[in-house]
Each structure stands twice: as structure tokens, then as C-alpha cells.
T-cell receptor, first 112, second 112 residues
Framework: QKEVEQDPGPLSVPEGAIVSLNCTYS??????FMWYRQYSRKGPELLMY????GNKEDGRFTAQVDKSSKYISLFIRDSQPSDSATYLC????????????FGKGTKLSVIP | NAGVTQTPKFQVLKTGQSMTLQCAQD?????MYWYRQDPGMGLRLIYY???????DKGEVPNGYNVSRLNKREFSLRLESAAPSQTSVYFC???????????FGQGTRLTVV
């Protein structure tokens, strides 16, 4: 079992919809949880990160971590065509651990 | 604010040829990484350098070598390219204990 599992989609939603992207993880030592956005033919860019459990909001984006169920979520409100990209979740244990463990990514299309 | 710069952006090699992918970061980060990204496989770590003077194998190191030239630069070498090494290669760096990585724009390599 891969340590971070992510539904690859693709996911297609109409403009303005609320999008929910999810990952599960198996390593209890993970403490840092990140979301990267990757546009076609570009490198991944950091969107948000959270430490341990809880929520973090940044504009239309909310990252949520539930360590009890080992579940990571990214919500996008009022989705825009410019949000069309592949979203990758990633985790690591911090404390000097140098290796991020990535999900395979979910491809999102927001239709105007 | 260049961040992580990779060269070249595109390359076509014949089987058996060698080449070096270059990466430089200007964020004064200690750690640097090389990933490959293939359809359906997600991002896979090839090698990483936790700090200047050290390198370690990642998930898929076979067929590759790396050099941490100094704090800024980390190169990836393919000694004898094979078609299985056709991929998009990303360099990344991180500077904090969280392991949060910042990526370059990628090198698209085709081995024929």
C-alpha cells in the first residue's frame, strides 16, 4: 500500500462549484501536509500546507487534516476555470525527514 | 526571484548516450531533490541531498548519478540513457524542517 493515496480523477465541475479533493495516508508519523497545484507542462507549486490536525484557509482554498482518520482534504470555493490543474497532496514527518511522500494527483477541470 | 532553475527544458537522447541535467536554487536552501514524473506513477524521488556534501538514494535511483556541486547546485547524470528513462524530471529544494519543497519547471527528456 502506498503511503499516500489519492483518487486520480479526472474531476470535472462547472464554474462556481465547490470542489473537494481528498487523500488518505497510512503513516502515523506524518505531521506536515501539503497541497501542490500543477498546471499542464509546469512544475508543482505549493498551494498550502498545514501542521498536524485542523483547518487552514487562504482565500477560496481551505486545507483540512483529520489525523484520527488519516484524511487530508482541499476545498475550493467558487471554482474558476483558472483552477483547472492537477492537485497533489504530500506529507512528511518533519523532524529532519527529507522525503516528501506524494499522492499521484487529481486532475481537475472547471468548465465555464 | 528565480527560485529553482533547471536546464535544459527539453532534450532528446539516443539510447546509450549520456547527459547531465543541471539544477540551481537561489533560496539558500540546504536540501535538494531530483524527481521523475510519469503518467499514472506520480512523482518519484530519484536522489536527494540533505545538505551540501551528502547525497542519498530515493525510490528509483538505478541508472542515475548525482553531484551536489555546492549549496546552490545539484546535477543529475544519466550515464547510458535507456527508453525507460523517458520522463519529466523535476528538481526541488527545501530549507526548513518541514521538508516543504519548491520545484523547478522541469526537463522533458525523451530517449529514443
Amino acid at each position: 500500500q502506498k503511503e499516500v493515496e489519492q483518487d486520480p480523477g479526472p474531476l470535472s465541475v462547472p464554474e462556481g462549484a465547490i470542489v473537494s479533493l481528498n487523500c488518505t495516508y497510512s503513516n502515523s508519523a506524518f505531521q506536515y501536509f501539503m497541497w501542490y497545484r500543477q498546471y499542464s507542462r509546469k512544475g508543482p507549486e505549493l498551494l498550502m500546507y498545514t501542521y498536524s490536525s485542523g483547518n487552514k484557509e487562504d482565500g477560496r482554498f481551505t486545507a483540512q487534516v483529520d489525523k484520527s482518520s488519516k484524511y487530508i482534504s482541499l476545498f475550493i470555493r467558487d471554482s474558476q476555470p483558472s483552477d483547472s490543474a492537477t492537485y497533489l497532496c504530500a506529507s512528511n514527518s518533519g523532524a529532519g525527514s527529507y522525503q516528501l511522500t506524494f499522492g499521484k494527483g487529481t486532475k481537475l477541470s472547471v468548465i465555464p | 526571484n528565480a527560485g529553482v532553475t533547471q536546464t535544459p527544458k527539453f532534450q532528446v537522447l539516443k539510447t546509450g548516450q549520456s547527459m547531465t541535467l543541471q539544477c540551481a536554487q537561489d533560496m539558500n536552501h540546504n536540501s535538494m531533490y531530483w524527481y521523475r514524473q510519469d503518467p499514472g506513477m506520480g512523482l518519484r524521488l530519484i536522489y536527494y541531498s540533505a545538505s551540501e556534501g551528502t547525497t542519498d538514494k530515493g525510490e528509483v535511483p538505478n541508472g542515475y548519478n548525482v553531484s551536489r556541486l555546492n549549496k546552490r547546485e545539484f546535477s543529475l547524470r544519466l550515464e547510458s540513457a535507456a527508453p525507460s528513462q523517458t520522463s519529466v524530471y523535476f528538481c526541488a529544494s527545501s530549507g526548513s524542517r518541514t521538508g516543504i519543497a519548491f520545484f523547478g519547471q522541469g526537463t522533458r527528456l525523451t530517449v529514443v
